[in-house]
């Protein structure tokens, strides 16, 4: 296997994860719909600690990438006193439904989402707030159906 399918490959598909005695635990956020424009949030509240492995979006709507009509995703630890700003997802083109280095929404299909690369945003404590945000660019041609966000962590 070379060493670019091993680094994409998912956590599940790792049984180092579980021999290792880390079993990945969920931690979900979803709402009825995402708006045609603005920002949708939804939040979370951590109920255990953990290390994020992986954020998965789904959704049961289709939409084709576009540059002036899209949606990026960001995910944000607010702390447990709901004025953190630590970033959880990288701030590229890759979270987003842009045309140019995104990617579209496929219905009832998942997406994985890319995490940042600074470590120390990927934790988690009990009771720490979570902003699952979806923030629309232009206006998008419908409402985003049953979007949900699933962070896997490790304990």
């Not at 951590?46 to 954020?55: F, M, N, Q």
């Not at 997802?89 to 439904?97: F, G, P, Q, R």
């Amino acid at each position: 296997m070379s060493l670019i399918s091993q680094m994409m490959k998912p956590w599940y598909a790792d049984p180092g994860y579980f021999l290792q005695g880390i079993t990945p635990r969920p931690l979900e956020a979803s709402d009825a719909s995402i708006a045609t424009t603005s920002n949708t949030d939804v939040l979370v509240i951590a109920p255990y600690d953990g290390s994020v492995l992986e954020a998965i979006f789904s959704s049961t709507t289709v939409l084709a990438a576009n540059d002036t009509n899209f949606v990026t995703f960001s995910i944000t630890n607010l702390g447990q006193a709901g004025a953190g700003s630590a970033a959880m997802l990288a701030a590229t083109a890759v979270n987003t439904t842009q045309l140019t280095g995104g990617t579209g929404l496929v219905a009832g299909g998942f997406r994985t989402l890319l995490l940042t690369t600074t470590t120390a945003n990927l934790e988690i404590k009990k009771n720490d707030v979570i902003r699952v945000r979806f923030a629309v660019t232009g206006t998008l041609g419908g409402a985003i159906a049953d979007p949900v966000v699933q962070l896997r962590l490790a304990p």
